[in-house]
Protein backbone atom coordinates (compact mmCIF):
# COMPACT_ATOMS: atom_id res chain seq x y z
CA UNK A 1 0.00 0.00 0.00
CA UNK A 2 1.54 3.38 -0.80
CA UNK A 3 -1.40 5.57 -0.34
CA UNK A 4 -0.41 8.65 2.12
CA UNK A 5 -3.04 8.23 4.79
CA UNK A 6 -3.99 10.14 7.79
CA UNK A 7 -6.17 9.53 10.58
CA UNK A 8 -8.22 12.02 11.77
CA UNK A 9 -9.25 12.18 15.64
CA UNK A 10 -11.78 14.32 16.52
CA UNK A 11 -12.06 14.65 20.44
CA UNK A 12 -14.70 16.51 22.81
CA UNK A 13 -13.83 16.05 26.37
CA UNK A 14 -11.68 13.03 25.72
CA UNK A 15 -9.51 13.95 28.22
CA UNK A 16 -9.73 9.93 30.06
CA UNK A 17 -9.43 8.46 26.05
CA UNK A 18 -7.40 10.57 24.01
CA UNK A 19 -4.05 8.64 25.01
CA UNK A 20 -4.78 5.02 24.24
CA UNK A 21 -6.57 5.98 21.39
CA UNK A 22 -3.40 8.26 19.86
CA UNK A 23 -1.29 5.68 21.03
CA UNK A 24 -3.37 2.56 19.60
CA UNK A 25 -3.02 4.48 16.09
CA UNK A 26 0.70 5.10 16.06
CA UNK A 27 1.27 1.45 16.81
CA UNK A 28 -0.66 0.80 13.36
CA UNK A 29 1.84 2.99 12.03
CA UNK A 30 -0.52 5.71 10.46
CA UNK A 31 0.02 10.36 10.86
CA UNK A 32 -2.22 10.93 12.84
CA UNK A 33 -3.88 14.87 13.94
CA UNK A 34 -5.94 15.40 16.89
CA UNK A 35 -8.41 17.93 16.43
CA UNK A 36 -9.64 18.96 20.15
CA UNK A 37 -13.44 20.37 19.10
CA UNK A 38 -13.18 23.25 21.97
CA UNK A 39 -12.78 20.61 25.11
CA UNK A 40 -13.94 22.32 28.54
CA UNK A 41 -11.89 19.18 29.87
CA UNK A 42 -8.30 18.90 29.78
CA UNK A 43 -8.05 17.30 26.68
CA UNK A 44 -5.73 19.83 25.25
CA UNK A 45 -3.24 20.08 28.55
CA UNK A 46 -2.93 15.84 28.01
CA UNK A 47 -2.68 16.14 23.79
CA UNK A 48 0.68 19.03 25.04
CA UNK A 49 1.88 16.83 28.04
CA UNK A 50 2.11 14.04 25.67
CA UNK A 51 3.69 15.43 22.46
CA UNK A 52 0.49 14.54 20.68
CA UNK A 53 0.10 16.26 17.05
CA UNK A 54 -3.08 18.34 17.97
CA UNK A 55 -5.10 21.31 16.89
CA UNK A 56 -6.80 23.20 19.34
CA UNK A 57 -10.04 24.66 17.72
CA UNK A 58 -11.01 28.03 19.99
CA UNK A 59 -14.59 26.96 20.25
CA UNK A 60 -16.79 23.87 20.15
CA UNK A 61 -18.06 23.45 16.56
CA UNK A 62 -19.65 19.79 16.97
CA UNK A 63 -18.09 16.67 15.48
CA UNK A 64 -18.81 18.14 11.91
CA UNK A 65 -16.81 21.13 12.54
CA UNK A 66 -13.93 18.65 13.60
CA UNK A 67 -13.93 16.57 11.02
CA UNK A 68 -13.72 19.02 8.32
CA UNK A 69 -10.82 20.92 9.89
CA UNK A 70 -9.06 17.38 9.77
CA UNK A 71 -10.52 17.43 6.23
CA UNK A 72 -8.34 20.43 5.54
CA UNK A 73 -6.02 19.55 7.26
CA UNK A 74 -5.49 16.00 5.01
CA UNK A 75 -5.80 18.16 1.48
CA UNK A 76 -3.53 20.75 2.79
CA UNK A 77 -0.42 18.62 3.65
CA UNK A 78 -1.39 16.34 0.49
CA UNK A 79 -2.88 12.82 2.17
CA UNK A 80 -4.14 10.46 -0.18
CA UNK A 81 -6.76 8.82 2.59
CA UNK A 82 -8.06 10.13 5.49
CA UNK A 83 -9.50 7.71 8.53
CA UNK A 84 -11.96 9.12 11.22
CA UNK A 85 -11.10 7.43 13.88
CA UNK A 86 -13.31 8.88 16.71
CA UNK A 87 -11.10 9.73 20.19
CA UNK A 88 -14.00 7.83 22.64
CA UNK A 89 -11.67 4.33 22.12
CA UNK A 90 -15.19 2.94 20.34
CA UNK A 91 -13.22 2.24 16.62
CA UNK A 92 -10.19 -0.49 16.66
CA UNK A 93 -7.29 1.44 14.07
CA UNK A 94 -6.70 -2.49 13.62
CA UNK A 95 -9.18 -2.39 10.82
CA UNK A 96 -8.06 0.92 9.13
CA UNK A 97 -6.23 -1.39 6.76
CA UNK A 98 -9.79 -2.83 6.12
CA UNK A 99 -11.28 0.67 5.44
CA UNK A 100 -8.00 1.54 3.18
CA UNK A 101 -8.14 -2.50 1.14
CA UNK A 102 -11.63 -1.79 0.44
CA UNK A 103 -11.34 1.48 -1.43
CA UNK A 104 -8.23 0.54 -3.47
CA UNK A 105 -9.90 -2.72 -4.33
CA UNK A 106 -13.69 -1.13 -5.06
CA UNK A 107 -12.13 2.39 -6.18
CA UNK A 108 -14.53 3.84 -3.63
CA UNK A 109 -14.36 7.36 -2.71
CA UNK A 110 -15.63 6.97 0.68
CA UNK A 111 -15.98 3.19 2.98
CA UNK A 112 -17.78 3.17 6.01
CA UNK A 113 -16.77 0.94 8.73
CA UNK A 114 -20.36 -0.64 9.48
CA UNK A 115 -21.40 -2.93 12.52
CA UNK A 116 -24.03 -4.22 10.57
CA UNK A 117 -22.93 -5.37 7.00
CA UNK A 118 -21.71 -9.02 8.46
CA UNK A 119 -23.28 -9.68 12.02
CA UNK A 120 -20.77 -9.27 14.75
CA UNK A 121 -20.27 -10.08 18.54
CA UNK A 122 -19.27 -6.23 18.71
CA UNK A 123 -20.91 -3.56 19.99
CA UNK A 124 -24.01 -3.06 18.15
CA UNK A 125 -25.51 0.13 20.27
CA UNK A 126 -28.76 0.93 21.80
CA UNK A 127 -32.10 -0.96 20.76
CA UNK A 128 -33.20 3.04 20.19
CA UNK A 129 -30.19 4.06 18.13
CA UNK A 130 -30.83 0.90 16.06
CA UNK A 131 -33.99 1.54 15.05
CA UNK A 132 -32.53 5.10 14.28
CA UNK A 133 -29.79 3.47 12.01
CA UNK A 134 -32.22 1.51 9.88
CA UNK A 135 -34.63 4.33 9.55
CA UNK A 136 -31.19 6.63 7.85
CA UNK A 137 -30.80 3.35 5.91
CA UNK A 138 -34.31 3.11 4.66
CA UNK A 139 -34.17 6.78 4.12
CA UNK A 140 -30.92 6.88 2.06
CA UNK A 141 -32.05 3.85 -0.31
CA UNK A 142 -34.83 5.52 -0.72
CA UNK A 143 -33.43 8.86 -2.45
CA UNK A 144 -30.29 7.66 -3.80
CA UNK A 145 -30.54 3.89 -4.58
CA UNK A 146 -27.42 3.28 -2.55
CA UNK A 147 -27.73 0.90 0.65
CA UNK A 148 -26.03 1.70 3.43
CA UNK A 149 -26.15 -0.75 6.23
CA UNK A 150 -24.62 1.59 8.68
CA UNK A 151 -25.10 5.22 7.86
CA UNK A 152 -24.03 6.80 11.66
CA UNK A 153 -20.89 5.12 12.13
CA UNK A 154 -18.22 8.23 12.22
CA UNK A 155 -15.18 5.08 11.40
CA UNK A 156 -14.82 6.14 8.03
CA UNK A 157 -12.00 6.51 5.22
CA UNK A 158 -12.08 8.98 2.26
CA UNK A 159 -10.31 9.26 -0.78
CA UNK A 160 -8.76 12.15 -2.60
CA UNK A 161 -12.24 13.16 -3.94
CA UNK A 162 -13.74 13.37 -0.67
CA UNK A 163 -11.55 15.32 1.28
CA UNK A 164 -11.77 17.90 -1.59
CA UNK A 165 -15.16 17.37 -1.51
CA UNK A 166 -15.49 17.76 2.26
CA UNK A 167 -13.20 20.59 2.70
CA UNK A 168 -15.34 22.34 0.94
CA UNK A 169 -18.56 21.31 2.51
CA UNK A 170 -19.35 19.01 5.48
CA UNK A 171 -22.56 18.96 7.66
CA UNK A 172 -21.92 20.25 11.30
CA UNK A 173 -24.66 19.06 13.10
CA UNK A 174 -24.54 15.06 13.16
CA UNK A 175 -23.21 14.57 9.94
CA UNK A 176 -22.69 10.73 9.14
CA UNK A 177 -26.31 10.61 7.28
CA UNK A 178 -26.08 13.93 5.27
CA UNK A 179 -22.46 13.30 4.28
CA UNK A 180 -23.16 9.88 2.72
CA UNK A 181 -26.18 11.75 0.86
CA UNK A 182 -23.88 14.52 -0.31
CA UNK A 183 -21.21 12.25 -1.31
CA UNK A 184 -23.52 10.41 -3.50
CA UNK A 185 -25.20 13.18 -4.72
CA UNK A 186 -22.02 14.38 -6.37
CA UNK A 187 -21.25 11.45 -8.11
CA UNK A 188 -18.83 9.61 -5.53
CA UNK A 189 -18.68 5.93 -5.05
CA UNK A 190 -19.51 4.96 -1.36
CA UNK A 191 -18.77 1.44 -0.16
CA UNK A 192 -18.78 -0.14 3.62
CA UNK A 193 -16.75 -2.76 5.11
CA UNK A 194 -17.43 -4.59 8.37
CA UNK A 195 -15.74 -3.73 11.58
CA UNK A 196 -16.15 -4.52 15.39
CA UNK A 197 -17.04 -1.67 17.52
CA UNK A 198 -16.03 -1.31 21.10
CA UNK A 199 -18.55 0.91 23.74
CA UNK A 200 -16.86 4.22 24.51
CA UNK A 201 -14.38 4.00 27.48
CA UNK A 202 -15.32 6.96 29.10
CA UNK A 203 -16.03 10.70 28.60
CA UNK A 204 -19.09 12.56 27.13
CA UNK A 205 -20.60 11.76 23.49
CA UNK A 206 -20.32 14.32 20.64
CA UNK A 207 -23.80 13.28 19.79
CA UNK A 208 -26.41 13.21 22.05
CA UNK A 209 -30.47 12.69 22.08
CA UNK A 210 -30.09 10.07 19.30
CA UNK A 211 -33.33 8.18 19.92
CA UNK A 212 -35.62 11.68 20.15
CA UNK A 213 -37.76 12.43 18.00
CA UNK A 214 -36.35 15.74 17.17
CA UNK A 215 -32.99 14.39 16.04
CA UNK A 216 -35.34 11.50 13.77
CA UNK A 217 -36.61 14.46 11.99
CA UNK A 218 -34.02 16.74 11.78
CA UNK A 219 -31.64 14.39 10.35
CA UNK A 220 -33.86 13.36 7.96
CA UNK A 221 -34.95 16.61 6.68
CA UNK A 222 -30.89 17.22 6.40
CA UNK A 223 -30.26 14.34 4.37
CA UNK A 224 -33.45 15.27 2.03
CA UNK A 225 -32.06 19.03 1.58
CA UNK A 226 -28.64 17.90 1.03
CA UNK A 227 -29.88 15.49 -1.86
CA UNK A 228 -32.28 17.65 -3.50
CA UNK A 229 -30.33 20.88 -3.06
CA UNK A 230 -27.22 19.05 -5.09
CA UNK A 231 -29.54 17.41 -8.04
CA UNK A 232 -31.28 21.07 -8.21
CA UNK A 233 -27.67 22.97 -9.44
Known amino acids: MNSKVLVIIPAYNESANIVKTVQSVSDCGYDYVVINDGSTDNTFDVCLEHHINVIDLPQNLGIGG ?16 DV ?10 AYIHDLIEEMEMSNSDLVIGSRFKVKTDGFQSTLMRRIGIMWFTFFLKLLTGKTVTDPTSGFRASGKKAIKL ?8 YPEPESIAYALSNGLLVGEVSVIMKERQGGVSSIGGFSS ?12 ISWFSSHSK
Open 66 to 81: AVQAGHKYALKYGYDI
Open 84 to 93: QVDGDGQHDP
Open 166 to 173: FSQHYPID
Open 213 to 224: VYYMIKVTLSVA
